[in-house]
């Protein structure tokens, strides 16, 4: 059991591995068992019933053969945790943010995100007239990435205004549900918005 790549494993197989060398023909055995490994004993889809040593496989004895050898351990992705704000007007339209040109969802329309909760509270201050405090946090959603996984933390809010400033800015859109399908947003966040 256990990964052959971990230290104490790779140390077991070798002590194994030195106890069966032969006493002659170190070519031949060596040649043998890339052979035997090639061909019969394949990681995937072993030929146990041709296999001339099978009685003395501890993982065809034991039933394991589809788990041995034991696959290297995936590193657990890192998780990262965004505040996304879902956020209508008295009309139901929803506020959208452009993403930045480079990165995940690369200039895309997506719901404000923030790292934190005091940074979403900042930007809600700057950007919108409404109560922050009202906003309740909803159900995390968690999306995976190759090399991380994103928690999705919605904060939704209604009956907001718009300062004057979101008019002047190329990266802020209100959207009706109706545009919705013909604007380009990222998976999670078109999910989000259909609950």
């Known amino acids: 059991d256990g990964w052959p790549g971990m230290p104490a494993i790779e140390k077991r197989l070798w002590t194994i591995a030195d106890a069966l060398l032969p ?7 060596t040649q043998a068992q890339m052979d035997f490994g090639a061909t019969l004993c394949t990681r995937s889809d072993p030929e146990c019933p041709r296999c001339p040593i099978r009685q003395d496989c501890l993982a065809f004895r034991g039933g394991r053969t589809a788990e041995l050898p034991s696959p290297r ?12 704000l879902v956020i209508k007007d008295d009309a139901s339209r929803i506020l959208l943010q452009r993403r930045p040109p480079a990165g995940v969802w690369a200039c895309l329309w997506s719901l404000p995100e923030h790292p934190s909760l005091a940074e979403a509270r900042h930007w809600f201050e700057c950007h919108v007239d409404g109560d922050f405090g009202s906003m309740p946090a909803g159900e995390a959603v968690i999306h995976g990435f190759s090399h991380y996984r ?6 939704r809010i209604a009956g907001v205004r718009a300062r004057a400033a979101i008019g002047d800015n190329a990266d ?23 609950e």
Do not use: C, F
Request: charged content about 20%.
């Open 73 to 84: 351990p995936g590193k657990p992705l890192p998780l990262r945790t965004a505040h996304m």
């Open 150 to 155: 994103l928690q999705i933390l919605p904060h």
């Open 172 to 194: 802020l859109r209100w959207a009706a549900h109706t545009e919705l399908a013909n604007i380009g947003l990222p998976a999670p966040v078109r999910r989000l918005l259909k």
């Open 23 to 29: 006493h002659s023909r170190l070519a031949d055995y």
